[in-house]
């Protein structure tokens, strides 16, 4: 069972999660990585939108369930991360995928346009981030010079990269 700090707990409580919701989690996934714990306890469970004004329909800031497919790149940042990434959820109505590594690290890939990101440093973490606006650190492929976030190109060497190779 997850400790949520009170804000998060109530975003979950607002979209009909309960502390005794328990959700089937497939096989694929290891019993010991992290992943585990937050599809047993957040499976099925959406949460949406908290800021969304009386005229529009809220989206899914995160659908947690689990799926086998991992999009091609996140292959290739498990290998340079040196850590198994499990899917864990859509993103903000299936624009991007979150992950958990097996050190309890959240990453987000974008599924509109090349970006890995690194989303926090725990689950709790990460859900703290959102509910603060905190933005996602984007990796920089190794060859690359640039990545593109938030509607800007940014630059190797910028401090809003995350370096994957110092976990920083």
Request: include cysteine; proline fraction near 8%.
């Amino acid at each position: 069972m997850f400790e949520l700090p009170i804000e998060v707990r109530e975003w979950f409580l607002e979209c009909d999660w309960t502390p005794h919701h328990r959700a089937a989690v497939p096989d694929f996934v290891p019993r010991d990585h992290p992943a585990y714990a937050v599809l047993e306890n957040f499976g099925g469970i959406k949460l949406l939108e908290r800021d969304c004004s009386a005229e529009d329909e809220p989206i899914e800031e995160f659908y947690f369930r689990p799926f086998s497919e991992i999009d091609f790149p996140v292959g290739h940042w498990e290998h340079r991360l040196k850590s198994t990434l499990i899917p864990i959820a859509e993103e903000c109505n299936w624009h991007s995928e979150l992950y958990i590594d097996s050190a309890g690290r959240c990453f987000s890939n974008s599924l509109i346009h090349p970006c890995f990101a690194f989303s926090g440093e725990s689950f709790t973490d990460m859900l703290v981030g959102e509910l603060q606006y905190r933005r996602k650190r984007p990796l920089l492929p190794p060859f690359e010079q640039s990545v593109r976030i938030y509607g800007e190109e940014i630059r190797r060497g910028d401090p809003r990269i995350w370096d994957y190779t110092g976990n920083r």
